[in-house]
């Protein structure tokens, strides 16, 4: 209720406790009642509502923040130098769900710079997520489009996906690697990954099968910060790996 003056809005709100004791045996609540300035914003359905804009409630905000430390928890593990982030597709589309969700409450007020204070507080999400600001849309960087159905296509939509990534292919009991920009980025370490798997891409060329084995244990005794993340998902009839 909006008022010129503060004796009229108790004037009312007198009467409104009056009616509701006599005709429906209620009480206002004393905690969620108070007068105050307009200019103080109104606190209403989440948001505090201004004279020319809304703002979201420190409350929502920091909820938002519990949970994307919850997330972090789950899919971020630091060891050393070394950060391995898990692309497990369940834990991400409900990490999706839940952006989308706030994204939806924050599109209504004066959230640019918020948001932006967020991503930066949060540097996970955009291993997993690209965000469109034009359009406002939260884009999954972990999942395959499912018009690519060529082992080229997909391989080319990771790369560009994951740029800065060493990419892995399973096929099979092998690993095959489709671009020289892997050997490029492999060659930056001096680690036993990046001898193990650069020795044999100089050797025998690209399109050549790597045996599993031999990768495993290169990862298994690195410990550079090139090994990034791993990614399990579905090319074609084989799991495929992104480090």
């Given at each position: 209720?909006?008022?010129?003056?503060?004796?009229?809005?108790?004037?009312w709100k007198r009467r409104i406790e009056v009616?509701?004791?006599?005709?429906?045996?209620?009480?206002?609540?004393?905690?969620?009642?108070?007068?105050?300035?307009?200019?103080?914003?109104?606190?209403?359905?989440?948001?505090?509502?201004?004279?020319?804009?809304?703002?979201?409630?420190?409350?929502?905000?920091?909820?938002?923040?519990?949970?994307?430390?919850?997330?972090?928890?789950?899919?971020?593990?630091?060891?050393?130098?070394?950060?391995?982030?898990?692309?497990?597709?369940?834990m991400l589309d409900q990490l999706h769900a839940?952006?989308?969700?706030?994204?939806?409450?924050?599109?209504?007020?004066?959230?640019?710079?918020?948001?932006?204070?967020?991503?930066?507080?949060?540097?996970?999400?955009?291993?997993?997520?690209?965000?469109?600001?034009?359009?406002?849309?939260?884009?999954?960087?972990?999942?395959?489009?499912?018009?690519?159905?060529?082992?080229?296509?997909?391989?080319?939509?990771?790369?560009?996906?994951?740029?800065?990534?060493?990419?892995?292919?399973?096929?099979?009991?092998?690993?095959?690697?489709?671009?020289?920009?892997?050997?490029?980025?492999?060659?930056?370490?001096?680690?036993?990954?990046?001898?193990?798997?650069?020795?044999?891409?100089?050797?025998?060329?690209?399109?050549?099968?790597?045996?599993?084995?031999?990768?495993?244990?290169?990862?298994?005794?690195?410990?550079?910060?090139?090994?990034?993340?791993?990614l399990d998902g579905s090319f074609g009839t084989?799991?495929?790996?992104?480090?």
């Amino acid at each position: 209720m909006l008022a010129n003056s503060p004796d009229q809005l108790a004037e009312w709100k007198r009467r409104i406790e009056v009616f509701l004791a006599d005709q429906l045996k209620l009480e206002l609540n004393p905690v969620r009642t108070r007068l105050a300035p307009v200019s103080n914003g109104i606190d209403f359905l989440g948001y505090i509502v201004r004279r020319d804009y809304l703002l979201v409630r420190r409350r929502v905000v920091n909820h938002l923040k519990e949970k994307l430390r919850d997330f972090e928890a789950q899919l971020v593990e630091q060891r050393d130098a070394v950060r391995r982030y898990r692309f497990d597709e369940v834990m991400l589309d409900q990490l999706h769900a839940t952006l989308s969700s706030y994204l939806g409450h924050f599109k209504l007020a004066n959230t640019r710079n918020l948001w932006q204070k967020i991503w930066q507080k949060y540097p996970y999400l955009a291993v997993y997520f690209e965000w469109d600001e034009v359009y406002g849309r939260l884009e999954r960087r972990f999942k395959t489009p499912k018009g690519l159905k060529r082992v080229r296509q997909q391989y080319g939509y990771f790369r560009w996906r994951f740029p800065d990534a060493v990419l892995f292919f399973q096929v099979g009991r092998f690993f095959e690697f489709y671009s020289f920009r892997d050997a490029a980025i492999a060659e930056t370490g001096t680690n036993g990954l990046e001898s193990a798997w650069c020795a044999f891409w100089v050797s025998r060329g690209p399109l050549q099968p790597l045996s599993r084995g031999v990768v495993e244990k290169a990862v298994a005794g690195s410990g550079d910060p090139v090994v990034r993340a791993v990614l399990d998902g579905s090319f074609g009839t084989g799991a495929s790996v992104v480090v």
